[in-house]
C-alpha cells in the first residue's frame, strides 16, 4: 500500500528544491549582469547590467521568485562571493555608495513582478510603464543613499544623470524582452 503522505512530502521537497534552484539562476544572472560594467570616472558608481536584471527578473519569475533571487544575490555578496558590480563583495561594499541601489533592488524586483502578475505583462506599454516605474525606484533608493554621505547635489550629478541613457536603453530592453517572453508563454498556456 502507497502512502500518501509520503508522495505529498515528496512532491512539496521536489516544489521547494524546483523553486531555490530557479531562485539561485536567478541569482547567477544578476551575479553575471554585475560584471558587465562601464565605469564612470567621477562617479563611485559604474553602469552595470544589475538592472536590467531586476526587471526581468521580476517580469518573468514574478514577485515571489525574483524577491527570493535578489536576496540570495545580496547574500551570496554578503558571505564574500564576487557576485556585486566589478566582483566585488562583503558587507563594506553594501554600506558603501552602491549600497542604496542594492537595497532597492528588492523592492523593485517585488513590484514588477506583482505588476507583472496583475496583468501589466498583457500589453507593451504597460510593461514598459511598470520598467520605468522599476528603474525610478532603484534611482530614489540608490539617490538617497548617496545623498547621506555625499548631499543631494552631488547625488544626482554622480548617481542620477550619468546614468539616464544607460537606464533607457535597459528599460527598452527589459521590456522588449519581457514582453517577448509572457506573450510567448503564454502562447502555451
Known amino acids: 500500500?502507497?502512502?500518501?503522505?509520503?508522495?505529498?512530502?515528496?512532491?512539496?521537497?521536489?516544489?521547494?528544491?524546483?523553486?531555490?534552484?530557479?531562485?539561485?539562476?536567478?541569482?547567477?544572472?544578476?551575479?553575471?549582469?554585475?560584471?558587465?560594467?562601464?565605469?564612470?570616472?567621477?562617479?563611485?558608481?559604474p553602469i552595470t547590467g544589475q538592472t536590467f536584471g531586476i526587471l526581468f527578473l521580476g517580469g518573468v519569475l514574478g514577485s515571489r521568485m525574483g524577491t527570493l533571487s535578489v536576496i540570495m544575490y545580496i547574500l551570496e555578496g554578503l558571505i564574500g562571493l564576487p557576485v556585486f558590480a566589478g566582483g566585488t563583495m562583503g558587507l563594506l561594499y553594501l554600506l558603501g555608495p552602491t549600497g542604496g541601489y542594492l537595497i532597492g533592488f528588492i523592492p523593485v524586483v517585488y513590484l514588477v513582478g506583482y505588476l507583472s502578475k496583475k496583468g501589466s505583462k498583457n500589453s507593451f506599454t504597460s510593461v514598459f510603464l511598470t520598467m520605468i516605474i522599476g528603474t525610478s525606484i532603484i534611482f530614489i533608493f540608490g539617490i538617497s543613499w548617496l545623498a547621506v554621505t555625499a548631499g543631494f547635489g552631488t547625488a544626482l550629478s554622480i548617481g542620477l544623470y550619468p546614468f539616464i541613457p544607460g537606464a533607457i536603453i535597459k528599460i527598452i530592453l527589459a521590456t522588449v524582452t519581457v514582453y517577448s517572453i509572457n506573450r510567448?508563454?503564454?502562447?502555451?498556456?
Not at 500518501?4 to 547567477?28: E, P, R
Open 1 to 45: 500500500m502507497i502512502n500518501s503522505n509520503k508522495i505529498k512530502t515528496l512532491k512539496d521537497n521536489q516544489s521547494v528544491l524546483a523553486a531555490l534552484s530557479i531562485a539561485f539562476a536567478g541569482s547567477l544572472l544578476l551575479a553575471l549582469l554585475a560584471r558587465l560594467t562601464v565605469p564612470i570616472p567621477f562617479s563611485p558608481v
Open 184 to 189: 510567448f508563454t503564454n502562447s502555451f498556456i
